[in-house]
């Protein structure tokens, strides 16, 4: 069995070498995803898999080992991505607690989601935006200056700024609402 000739087939269109690069691949997949989520595990597996066949043209190895192993990278690096998205999501939805930065918002105070969405709304656009793409959506810093053709250390002084800004709005906030109830 020639891997190559397989996988040259499989992009071509050919169901029968899919078939047969899936049943070699499958049970990597399905354990690594298991073992690295087993609570989201079956859904990763799939995502993988169609990340998998995406990609399978970049594979320049010529052995099934080879194959499992970068299959199984793929999937290591997919579903901490996907976790470190879910966690920041997570962190974000709960109270914008354990933001990656120095300069969090302090884990003392809660806010509602409108109260941390105003504030958000009235950070410069520019910040916000950092902002958005860092804590939101999960972006490092080397991406966000990739995708708004910035130095990713001018990214990481906008957060900071991003945050520091935050932190002020949402305690200028609570102090008026300290005030209003006394």
Same mark, same amino acid.
């Given at each position: 069995?020639? %891997?190559?000739?397989?996988?040259? &087939?499989? %992009?071509?269109?050919?169901?029968?070498?899919?078939?047969? @690069?899936?049943?070699? @691949?499958?049970?990597? @997949?399905?354990?690594?995803?298991?073992?690295?989520?087993?609570?989201?595990?079956?859904?990763?597996?799939? &995502?993988?898999?169609?990340?998998?066949?995406?990609?399978?043209?970049?594979?320049? +190895?010529?052995?099934?080992?080879? %194959?499992?192993?970068?299959?199984?990278?793929?999937?290591?690096?997919? =579903?901490?991505?996907?976790?470190?998205?879910?966690?920041?999501?997570?962190?974000?939805?709960?109270?914008?607690?354990?933001?990656?930065?120095? !300069?969090?918002?302090? $884990?003392?105070?809660?806010?509602?989601?409108?109260?941390?969405?105003?504030?958000?709304?009235?950070?410069?656009?520019?910040?916000?935006? @950092?902002? $958005?793409?860092? =804590?939101?959506?999960?972006?490092?810093?080397? !991406?966000? +200056?990739?995708?708004?053709?910035?130095?990713?250390?001018?990214?990481?002084?906008?957060?900071?700024?991003?945050?520091?800004?935050?932190?002020?709005?949402?305690?200028?906030? &609570?102090?008026?609402?300290? $005030?209003?109830?006394?």
């Amino acid at each position: 069995m020639n %891997l190559q000739l397989i996988i040259a &087939d499989s %992009l071509a269109g050919d169901e029968k070498a899919k078939k047969i @690069i899936y049943d070699k @691949i499958y049970s990597t @997949i399905y354990a690594t995803c298991m073992k690295y989520s087993p609570t989201e595990g079956e859904d990763y597996t799939q &995502d993988c898999l169609i990340r998998v066949f995406d990609i399978l043209h970049l594979f320049t +190895g010529d052995s099934v080992k080879h %194959l499992c192993g970068w299959v199984k990278r793929i999937c290591i690096n997919y =579903v901490l991505v996907e976790k470190k998205r879910k966690k920041i999501k997570i962190s974000w939805e709960a109270n914008i607690t354990n933001v990656p930065y120095e !300069e969090s918002v302090s $884990n003392e105070l809660k806010y509602t989601d409108e109260e941390v969405q105003n504030a958000i709304d009235k950070l410069s656009k520019h910040h916000r935006t @950092i902002f $958005n793409l860092f =804590v939101r959506e999960g972006y490092s810093h080397k !991406e966000i +200056g990739e995708k708004l053709n910035i130095d990713d250390n001018a990214s990481k002084a906008s957060l900071y700024l991003a945050k520091k800004r935050l932190k002020a709005l949402l305690e200028k906030a &609570d102090n008026k609402q300290e $005030n209003t109830t006394l």
